[in-house]
C-alpha cells in the first residue's frame, strides 16, 4: 500500500472554490487558507473579498469545483450564509461539499451552536476562529475519502 503523504492524499487534485461573503473585506485568512490548500495538492479558485452567495455558485459551476469553502470574519456569516445550500441545490450542486469558516457571527457565543445552525442550514463543516489550515486540509483529506465510499462525510 503507498505512503499517503502531504501532496498526494484524498482529494488530491480536487477544485475548491473559495471567498469572503458577502460586504466582508477581510481577505488576508482566506488568502492563507488557499495557499495551504494549492501546497496540499487542491486547485484552488480564489474568488477574494465582498463575494455574492451566488458568485461562489456560478464560480462552483464554470470549475466543476468539488467543494465550496466559505469565509466570513465580520460577523455577519449567519446572515450571509442562509439559504447557501438552497443556491446550490437549485444549480445542481446538489453533493458539492461545502465548509464555512471564521468569526461567523456577532459576539460570544457557544462553538456548539453556532456550529449546529451552520450545519442546519446546510454546510458540511463549519470552523470556529483561529482553526489551523492543516485541520481543514485534514478534515477535506476525510470527506472526500469519505465520499469515494457512499458517505456525505467522514464522522468527526
Not at 501532496?7 to 487558507?33: E, K, Y
Not at 501546497?39 to 455574492?52: I, M, N, Y
Not at 483561529?130 to 485541520?135: L, Q
Amino acid at each position: 500500500m503507498p505512503v499517503e503523504s502531504e501532496n498526494n492524499g484524498p482529494g488530491r487534485g480536487r477544485t475548491l472554490v473559495t471567498g469572503v461573503i458577502g460586504a466582508d473585506t477581510h481577505i488576508v485568512g482566506n488568502r492563507i487558507l488557499g495557499m495551504a490548500l494549492e501546497e496540499a495538492g487542491f486547485k484552488v479558485v480564489a474568488l477574494g473579498a465582498l463575494t455574492p452567495a451566488e458568485d461562489f455558485v456560478k464560480a462552483a459551476i464554470e470549475t466543476a469545483a468539488d467543494g465550496i469553502m466559505v469565509s466570513s470574519l465580520y460577523g455577519q456569516g449567519e446572515l450571509d450564509c442562509r439559504g447557501f445550500r438552497a443556491l446550490c441545490v437549485e444549480a445542481g450542486l446538489d453533493d458539492i461539499l461545502l465548509y464555512v469558516g471564521g468569526n461567523l457571527v456577532v459576539g460570544k457565543q457557544d462553538w456548539v451552536g453556532v456550529e449546529k445552525r451552520f450545519l442546519d442550514m446546510g454546510f458540511d463543516r463549519a470552523f470556529p476562529p483561529g482553526t489551523r489550515t492543516a485541520d481543514v486540509i485534514a478534515a477535506l483529506r476525510r470527506d472526500f475519502a469519505a465520499r469515494a465510499e457512499g458517505r456525505q462525510r467522514a464522522e468527526t
